[in-house]
């Protein structure tokens, strides 16, 4: 029987929700979570998949503490993911003429010991200030676990750096201290406090109810237990993490929220095109198969790009990518800091979901499957039937360019009107809650 070899990028629905991923899907990537957790020592991992046109799939494997399994409505400090929450804002400003990536530190805030005041914003997101790191200082755990209730302010936390590591511009060097500086100047741009800023121009419109500022907020919600060196950290106030992380590593929030997060930046139109632009001109890290944006991280890893970034805070460990090929985002985070890494089993979730929805098949009539479609060849329309569970259709022509999808309904069967269609060969997928069946059609509207 006559092969013809397609490449699909299966794009099948727009509706997020569980519902919408496929339960092979869904088993696939809760092994790899399981196979992580069980050949590591880690309380737990929480992680979430936005399938980009499909739905999103969230799961979690582990303990909270003794006796209380982690799971997926529990809520996780997400660290150093935090600075892309303050780069968008920075950028949102940028849009609305408030202030601009060259700005100097001196047009926003008064003159700080050690704190080169020509500096602009651009250097500060993208980490060449040379601005000392405050969280480098021997004192920082100490400040954390000793007077956990103590409120820091920014001024605070500059008053804890030393000289400058390099002259800005001439050089690049991670430092938490770049995005406090960030968040002042926010504040500084629009009268209000980082945590309102944050709540209403990115939590409140995208939906992140959850999600929450540390230290300046109470808890949305119940929080996975922190670990660290084996101790439970639960019972200590987070105050001082909070205030003392600030703008640079102070959101708490949930995987779910914050692979909708990086749809929402990636796949949608919430920054606009130069803003992304922007983020994404990325320069040389010193890890060589890294470069950094404003904010964002590009990581070239197996032949892939993810754009993304990590986070640590007490008790918590995250990894959030986005996948510029196949367009999935991907948030992990665990409950543990001393031996958690959760950066490899991000990018096996990413790989497995492309590797998922990008799928090679070999088109056929398939004679043992119960699913048909009548008549074939076809003029004006196509019936198809024998299938269960329902969740889209979707067409193709030969190129593998999608000429029409249809969600649901799980009704017994359904016509497609292909009058519109050229005369030519077309590839139906069939996405049901069991897996994809493709089939191929041919449109002939003057046969004799």
Not at 374 to 381: C, G, I, K
Request: hydrophobic content about 35%; aromatic content about 10%.
């Amino acid at each position: 029987m006559k092969k013809i070899r397609l490449t699909l990028l299966l794009a099948l629905s727009s509706f997020i929700g569980q519902a919408q991923v496929p339960e092979h899907f869904k088993d696939s990537l809760q092994n790899i979570l399981n196979s992580f957790q069980s050949a590591n020592t880690i309380p737990g991992i929480s992680a979430a998949v936005q399938i980009n046109n499909i739905g999103l799939w969230q799961g979690a494997t582990g303990e909270s503490h003794a006796g209380i399994p982690l799971d997926t409505t529990m809520l996780l400090g997400i660290g150093s993911n935090t600075k892309l929450f303050t780069s968008v804002l920075c950028l949102k400003l940028v849009e609305q003429n408030i202030l601009t990536l060259e700005d100097s530190l001196h047009e926003w805030l008064p003159n700080y010991n050690y704190v080169d005041s020509n500096i602009t914003i651009r250097q500060l997101l993208q980490h060449q200030s040379g601005v000392d790191d405050y969280t480098n200082t021997s004192s920082f755990p100490n400040n954390v676990l000793s007077s956990p209730n103590t409120i820091w302010t920014p001024q605070d936390i500059l008053n804890e750096i030393g000289p400058s590591n390099f002259q800005a511009g001439t050089s690049i060097a991670y430092s938490n201290t770049n995005y406090i500086l960030a968040g002042m100047i926010l504040e500084a741009a629009t009268g209000t406090t980082y945590d309102i800023l944050v709540k209403d121009s990115i939590f409140t419109p995208l939906g992140l109810n959850q999600a929450f500022v540390e230290g300046f907020e109470p808890v949305q919600g119940v929080a996975a237990h922190p670990w660290w060196n084996g101790t439970d950290y639960f019972s200590t106030p987070r105050t001082a993490i909070g205030t003392l992380s600030w703008s640079a590593g102070c959101i708490v929030s949930k995987p779910s929220e914050m692979a909708r997060w990086y749809d929402a930046l990636f796949n949608s139109n919430f920054l606009n095109s130069q803003s992304i632009a922007e983020m994404t001109n990325f320069i040389n890290w010193p890890e060589e198969t890294t470069e950094v944006g404003l904010g964002v991280f590009k990581i070239n890893h197996n032949s892939k790009v993810y754009w993304g970034h990590n986070g640590r805070t007490l008790g918590y460990s995250s990894y959030f990518i986005f996948d510029t090929d196949c367009n999935h985002s991907i948030a992990v985070i665990m409950n543990d800091i001393t031996f958690a890494n959760p950066e490899p089993i991000a990018k096996a979730l990413a790989e497995k979901i492309c590797e998922l929805t990008s799928t090679t098949l070999d088109i056929i009539d398939y004679p043992n499957d119960n699913i048909r479609i009548y008549p074939n060849p076809n003029s004006e329309y196509i019936t198809i039937d024998g299938y269960s569970n329902l969740l889209s259709i979707s067409i193709y022509d030969v190129t593998g360019k999608i000429i029409n999808r249809f969600d649901g309904p799980n009704n017994e069967s359904v016509s497609i009107n292909t009058s519109e269609f050229l005369d030519g060969t077309y590839f139906i997928s069939i996405l049901t809650n069991t897996g994809i069946t493709t089939k191929k059609i041919i449109t002939l509207h003057n046969k004799k």
